[in-house]
């Protein structure tokens, strides 16, 4: 499961099914969901267009190729 909400610029992927227990950062924008047992269930990158546009724009050329 991927998911990207324009509006807050949040890109999630869900890995495992379950309930969300709490948050660990990772890294500065990057969170994983972690469940009640410990086990990584997502993971969410914030300021998601920023951090994909390097990597949009080589997508978009080579598309284009």
Known sequence: LMHYDR???VFYIGIQ???EEEYAEVA?????????????????IL???K???PISSQVSSQRKS
């Open 7 to 9: 509006a807050s610029d």
């Open 17 to 19: 099914g379950g309930a």
């Open 28 to 44: 500065p924008g990057v969170n994983v969901a972690l469940s009640e047992e410990g086990q990584v269930i997502g993971i969410e």
């Open 47 to 49: 300021n998601a267009s």
């Open 51 to 53: 951090v994909f546009r």
